[in-house]
């Protein structure tokens, strides 16, 4: 397991570092538990508390705290700024597999300062301007963002909960999930645990055949089509309940098999009238112009990478033939 990623230089401006707009097309509803964003404070400078201050003074952010600490970076995050903090909650570090934390604490100044560092924008962006862009330029790369309904979804996995939090020198957003830089520390499952935005598709495997589990997790190579909290959200009602019932339980398996391919295939490797055997047997056809697309079902988010394989995320639950 590892972080990839460069340590960016912390040269920081006054101005947002962003690129790109909001794409439309990939609103598709409210996203699941945990879900929207509350607001937070209100826009502009919030009194005399620092971002260090806000975070040092919560209930929720012990372990960033401590995190921020062992970096070395509360100085800097009690300085002038602005900055725009996107900030993980203690649950949302619990949800990491075990021993991450422990690691990335090991490594101070190398692995932790990768992933804090992720977590911070140049420049004051409020919500009202995060919601109109594609990504941002963090202190370590490039963050994607997507509006997908009333909900701001990072990197396709984590979802900003409460925003403008108003510091001093800066605002806060706070997120669901921690934010990695390159391939998530862990396995496709892993992963999917680590971020509430898939809480259904996490219950659904655990009441499949545990075969799921044990491929999700396994050496792979693999490619999972995750569909979020809304995906299932969408289908008729009842549907999700009769398939987590026990005597479904082979129907959900193949369901959820369905979702995966038994080798790694990135975006960049999809063409046009593609057809890949997923591991329930069944073709799934693959469709390019405008995104991307499987089984005529659009593609939302691309190339989360684990340990052990990618996942993309579909806007909905896929079937395969009766």
Do not use: W
């Amino acid at each position: 397991m590892r972080f990839v990623g460069l340590v960016a230089s912390m040269a920081l401006v006054s101005g947002v570092s962003v690129v790109g707009g909001c794409d439309g097309g990939q609103d598709d509803g409210g996203e699941g538990e945990g879900e929207g964003e509350g607001e937070g404070e209100g826009e502009g400078e919030g009194g005399g508390e620092t971002i260090v201050d806000i975070v040092v003074g919560s209930d929720d952010f012990d372990t960033l705290e401590a995190a921020l600490t062992a970096a070395e970076l509360t100085d800097l995050l009690s300085g002038e700024g602005p900055f725009t903090v996107f900030a993980p909650t203690d649950a949302a570090f619990d949800l990491l597999p075990a021993g991450v934390v422990d690691s990335l604490l090991a490594d101070p100044t190398g692995a932790l300062s990768d992933v804090l560092r992720y977590h911070v924008v140049p420049g004051a962006v409020d919500a009202a301007t995060v919601v109109g862009l594609a990504s941002a330029t963090t202190a370590n790369g490039e963050l994607d963002i997507q509006l997908v309904g009333p909900t701001v979804v990072l990197d396709g996995r984590v979802q900003v909960t409460t925003t403008d939090i108003a510091a001093s020198n800066g605002i806060i957003h706070i997120i669901d999930a921690v934010l990695v830089p390159g391939e998530f520390p862990g396995s496709i499952a892993d992963a999917v645990a680590a971020s509430p935005r898939f809480s259904t598709l996490l219950a659904a495997v655990g009441a499949a055949d545990p075969a799921v589990f044990t491929a999700l997790g396994g050496d792979g190579p693999l490619t999972l089509f995750a569909p979020p909290n809304t995906a299932f959200k969408e289908l008729p009602a009842g549907t999700l309940d009769s398939l987590l019932l026990a005597e479904n339980q082979d129907r959900l398996t193949k369901i959820l098999l369905f979702h995966a391919l038994g080798s790694e295939v990135p975006a960049a490797a999809v063409t046009d009238g593609a057809v890949l055997e997923s591991l329930s047997g069944d073709d799934l056809t693959f469709a390019i112009g405008p995104g991307i697309s499987v089984n005529d079902n659009n593609i939302q988010a691309f190339d989360i990478t684990a340990d052990n394989g990618v996942i993309h995320v579909v806007a909905n639950v896929l079937f395969p033939p009766t």
